[in-house]
């Protein structure tokens, strides 16, 4: 005998199998609005930690440079002659990248390097609010083979101080720090360097002291010509045939928009980060200081001039 359950009222208690059209419609409106509050959050959050990452990045290529002064008792060239390899190849030894470096004839010319090798390069170029490590450039100019790209630039001085292409000369006085070797100290004979590549300063060149002046920081580049080497300086970072891929300028500047439409062909190179509204850069003594992109002018180029004599307090921007 089927027995059935009785309200108090005596009406058989009829369970409810589902909600109502109306009810699901509040549960996904309810979800969508916290949805709509978390989202923002989960992508500052992860915004943060791209960006710690970055800024450890720039350690590491200062204690590089530090390990590089130390052992060799000058700073790296920005490249030894025109079109041969460039500073980040100099310092991979030193950013235990040994195994890449090994591979690379570094009295040779870019061209003239292994094709696999030029493609190898460690997380360390590239600053994760960007892109992905391994990303390779669209071509180069003098149509040498492709290698991987990088999001850092040597800072190679101010450009309102000297004539003309001065900051990529082997010959003219410069005020940077990494900058193109003299040609007197870096002979070339028969295609090759007679020896190892020579920079022209070391620390006690930064009069301006270590504390006060940019090493290395993250260069602008665009979205729409990213890879691309030339005027927009976002070939491979090896390539020494195009200057302004691995160095850039103080002094004009800094890209103002995370995805920049800048430099571009017939302009100079300038920094500029894909981090809003800052960018990134570690000095000559390793620290690493984020800089406003509304600093002024004449600041980031004092910070950028190894020996001005100018009197600027790191951090007060």
């Known amino acids: 005998m089927t027995r059935i359950a009785l309200t108090d009222r005596g009406q058989p208690n009829q369970r409810r199998a589902a909600f109502t059209l109306v009810e699901l419609l509040v549960v996904i409106g309810i979800i969508s609005v916290l949805m709509g509050l978390l989202l923002p959050a989960v992508q500052m959050a992860r915004e943060a930690a791209r960006r710690t990452q970055c800024q450890n990045n720039l350690r590491q290529w200062g204690l590089a440079l530090q390990q590089y002064e130390e052992a060799l008792k000058e700073l790296p060239p920005a490249r030894p002659a025109d079109g041969f390899v460039t500073w980040p190849v100099l310092l991979l030894p030193y950013l235990e990248q040994r195994n890449i470096y090994d591979r690379f004839d570094i009295r040779a010319r870019y061209a003239d390097q292994d094709p696999e090798i030029v493609r190898q390069g460690p997380a360390e170029l ?14 180069e100019s003098g149509g040498e ?89 976002d070939g491979c970072i090896y390539n020494g045939e195009e200057p302004g891929t691995a160095v850039r300028l103080g002094g004009l500047g800094l890209a103002l928009d995370p995805n920049p ?8 190179p300038v920094f500029g980060g894909p981090h809003s509204g800052v960018c990134l850069f570690v000095f000559c003594d390793g620290s690493i200081q984020v800089v406003p992109n509304a600093i002024d002018d004449a600041v980031l180029a004092a910070i950028c001039s190894r020996n001005g004599g100018e009197a600027v307090t790191v951090g007060e921007w």
Do not use: H, M
Request: a neutral charge; aromatic letters at 10%; charged letters at 20%.
């Open 126 to 139: 590239f600053c994760p609010s960007r892109r992905a490590p391994g990303e390779l450039s669209k071509f």
């Open 145 to 233: 083979a492709i290698g991987v790209v990088g999001d850092y630039a040597g800072n190679a001085g101010t450009s309102f101080s000297f004539i003309g292409d001065a900051w990529s000369s082997f010959d003219l006085e410069v005020d940077g720090v990494i900058n193109s070797g003299l040609s007197s100290q870096n002979p070339v004979v028969g295609g090759r360097l007679v020896g190892r590549p020579k920079g022209r300063f070391r620390f006690q060149s930064i009069r301006d002291g270590l504390s006060n002046t940019i090493f290395a920081g993250e260069k602008a580049v665009s979205t729409e010509y990213r890879g691309e080497p030339g005027g927009w300086g």
């Open 261 to 268: 439409s800048a430099p571009g062909p017939g302009s100079l």
